[in-house]
C-alpha cells in the first residue's frame, strides 16, 4: 500500500528502510505534488525515484533514479517529462529502449565531433575513450551505465594509473554524460556525487642526465618513428603531451628557432625555444606532404593520437621504471635547473601561467644556490 506524503529531503531522509520480516521488498510512497512519483525503500535502506503510469490499457511503472543522485525537484521534473509525453500517446519506456542509443555511438556520432570544434583537448579525449573507457562502457546503452560502475571504473583505476589520471578520466564521464541530458539522450548523470581521489602531484619522477641518453638511445631504434620522435621534443622542449601532439608545420619558424603555440593550457600564446637537436628531431619528420600536422597519424588529415605504446616499450628495452610521458617535463625542468636555469626562466621555459607551479622545482635550485653561496664564502675566506 503506497503511503501518500509531500517529498522534500527532510522528509525522505527520515524514512526508515523496508523491515526486514516484512512481505514486500520494499516500502512505497507516493508523492502529494506530481501524480505517479513513487519512492522505494529497500529493506538495506537504499531508496529510488520511480514513476507508475497507465498506457495503452496497462499499467507500467519505470525507474528514473536513485535519491541522492537524484534529487527531489530533478525527480518532479523527470517524471513530469515523462507525463507530457503519455500526454501525447508516447510511452517514454519505449522510447528510451528505441533509441538504442550506445555510450560508443554516443561519444563517436555526438560528443567527439562537438569536442573537436570547441575543445583544445579532444584529442585527449578521444584517446581516453578509445583506450580506456570504450573496453568498459562501449556496448552498454546510455541509460543503463549505473553510478556504481562508474565509481568501481573509478576506484579500480588507481590500480593502473595516477589518482590524477582517475580523476581526468571520471571529470570526462561527468562532462559526457551532461551533453547528454542537454541533448536529450538523458535524464540524470551517472556520475553525479562520485568523488575525486586525493592526487599527490608534488611527487615527481625525474630522470637522471645517464637515464635520458639511454632512452634517447632506444627510441632511435623504435618502430615507430613518428611516435619516437613526439617523444624526443617533448624530452628537448618541455612540453606537454597534447601540445606536441597538435603541433603544426606553420607553427614552426626554422629561422628564428621558435615554435609558435597559439594556444595553450594557460589560455595564452606563448613561444618554445627550439635548439639545434629540437629542430634536427623536426626536419627527421616526414613533413607537409603527410599533412598539417608534424606528427601524423593513421587517419589521413588528423594527429597522432597517443605515443603512450612506444613510450612503453622504450621505457623496457631502457630499463626504466615508474615514469609516465609527463615526467619527461620534468625532466626538462629539473636538467635546466641543474644546470644553472633560474626558476624564473623555468617557469617562462615551460609556459607555466604562475609562478607558483614552478615552485615544485624550488629545492633543485636550492642545491644551485647552495653551491653558489659556498663559492662567495671560499672567496671571502680564501687565505691569500
Known amino acids: 500500500m503506497s503511503k501518500l506524503i509531500r517529498f522534500s529531503k527532510r522528509v525522505i531522509d527520515a524514512l526508515p528502510p523496508q523491515p526486514t520480516d516484512a512481505k514486500a521488498r520494499e516500502s512505497e510512497y507516493s508523492d502529494t505534488e506530481v501524480s505517479g512519483l513513487k519512492l522505494l525503500i529497500n529493506k538495506q535502506g537504499r531508496k529510488f525515484f520511480y514513476l507508475r503510469y497507465r498506457h495503452a490499457g496497462r499499467q507500467r511503472s519505470m525507474k528514473l533514479g536513485n535519491y541522492g543522485e537524484l534529487d527531489v525537484a530533478d525527480a518532479r521534473l523527470l517524471a513530469l517529462k515523462h507525463r507530457a509525453q503519455l500526454s501525447n500517446g508516447v510511452d517514454p519506456q519505449e ?3 528505441e533509441s538504442g542509443m550506445t555510450f560508443r555511438r554516443f561519444i563517436d556520432d555526438h560528443y567527439l565531433p562537438h569536442a573537436y570544434a570547441s575543445k583544445r ?10 583506450t580506456h ?4 562502457f562501449g556496448a552498454r546503452p546510455l541509460s543503463s551505465i549505473s553510478r556504481q560502475e562508474i565509481q568501481r571504473y573509478h576506484d579500480e583505476l588507481i590500480s593502473r594509473r595516477s589518482p590524477a589520471t582517475a580523476n581526468r ?14 541533448w536529450g539522450y538523458l535524464d540524470t548523470n551517472p556520475a553525479t556525487g562520485i568523488r575525486m581521489h586525493t592526487e ?3 611527487s615527481q619522477r625525474f630522470l637522471s642526465i645517464d637515464e635520458a641518453k639511454r632512452l634517447w638511445t632506444v627510441l632511435s631504434t623504435e618502430q615507430n618513428q613518428i611516435a619516437a620522435k613526439a617523444i624526443k621534443l617533448m624530452l628537448l622542449t618541455g612540453v606537454r603531451r597534447e601540445e606536441a601532439l597538435q603541433a603544426r608545420w606553420e607553427d614552426i619558424d626554422q629561422e628564428r628557432l621558435l615554435w609558435n603555440l597559439p594556444i595553450t593550457k594557460s589560455g595564452r600564446q606563448r613561444f618554445v625555444m627550439l635548439s639545434e637537436p629540437a629542430l634536427a628531431v623536426i626536419n627527421e619528420l616526414p613533413g607537409r606532404s603527410c599533412g598539417h600536422y608534424l606528427f601524423p ?5 588528423k594527429p597522432l593520437n597517443n605515443a603512450r605504446k612506444c613510450f612503453q616499450r622504450a621505457l623496457k628495452v631502457a630499463g ?3 615514469l609516465r610521458i609527463h615526467d619527461l617535463r620534468h625532466t626538462f625542468a629539473s636538467l635546466a635547473i641543474n644546470n644553472g636555469a633560474s626558476l624564473y626562466e623555468v617557469q617562462h621555459l615551460l609556459g607555466h601561467a604562475s609562478n607558483k607551479t614552478t615552485q615544485r622545482y624550488a629545492h633543485l635550485a636550492s642545491e644551485n644556490l647552495r653551491v653558489a653561496s659556498n663559492r662567495v664564502s671560499d672567496l671571502v675566506t680564501a687565505t691569500t
Open 320 to 322: 626504466l621504471t615508474h
Open 121 to 130: 583537448s579532444a584529442n585527449s579525449d578521444d584517446s581516453k575513450f578509445k
Open 200 to 202: 599527490n602531484n608534488q
Open 169 to 182: 578520466h571520471l571529470a570526462l564521464l561527468k562532462r559526457s554524460f551532461n551533453l547528454a541530458i542537454l
Open 297 to 301: 597519424g593513421a587517419k589521413p588529415g
Open 95 to 97: 522510447t528510451l529502449v
Open 133 to 136: 573507457l570504450f573496453e568498459m
